[in-house]
């Protein structure tokens, strides 16, 4: 299987995405882009569902 070592943009760790994932696509198709991990990506939705709900 193919995997890239990637940085995440918000707590600068190097993760890696495997082939045959989404991110992996995305790597893929835009090499130069920023990306994040899968904790931040959690974090980050979690503050986006509580912003979210907070307006209700």
Same mark, same amino acid.
């Given at each position: 299987? &193919?995997?890239?070592?990637?940085?995440? &943009?918000?707590?600068? #760790?190097?993760?890696?995405?495997?082939?045959?994932?989404? #991110?992996?696509?995305?790597? *893929?198709?835009?090499?130069?882009? *920023?990306?994040?991990?899968?904790?931040?990506?959690? #974090? &980050?939705?979690?503050?986006?569902?509580?912003?979210l709900?907070? *307006?209700?």
């Open positions: 299987m &193919i995997s890239y070592s990637l940085r995440c &943009i918000f707590c600068k #760790k190097t993760f890696e995405v495997v082939e045959g994932t989404n #991110k992996y696509r995305l790597y *893929k198709q835009n090499m130069e882009g *920023k990306f994040s991990c899968e904790d931040c990506d959690r #974090k &980050i939705e979690l503050e986006s569902r509580k912003g709900l907070g *307006k209700l």
